[in-house]
Nanobody
């Protein structure tokens, strides 16, 4: 199993980013999937998840982030708008509940 997230970077507050996660080793449409993030000194937290016909978001990102998946490419995406400095973290994709293999995350840094 491999979970390879990309698309992070440095962006000013109010900006946007699109994260993408290439999944190999299983078919992501068969499982609930999620984006998580971990800021320095904090525990990893759930940002958004998606399953058949349903999406859920943490209150802190609701209305700003959108999770999606491309079943033809076996990828999971996270569209992030109106970014805030408190969104700064390493972002990971994984199943929900998560596999022990987290793969590499992607750093998102939002400057004020």
């Amino acid at each position: 199993v491999q979970l390879q997230a990309s698309g992070g970077g440095l962006v000013q507050a109010g900006g946007s980013l699109r994260l993408s996660c290439v999944v190999s080793g299983f078919t992501l449409s068969f499982y609930p999937m999620a984006w998580y993030r971990q800021a320095p000194g904090n525990q990893r937290e759930l940002v958004a998840d998606i399953s058949t016909g349903q999406t859920n978001y943490a209150d802190s990102v609701k209305g700003r982030f959108t999770i999606g998946r491309d079943v033809t490419k076996n990828t999971l995406d996270l569209y992030m708008n109106s970014l805030k400095p408190e969104d700064t973290a390493v972002y990971y994709c994984n199943r929900r509940p998560a596999l022990t293999n987290w793969g590499q995350g992607t750093q998102v840094t939002v400057s004020s």
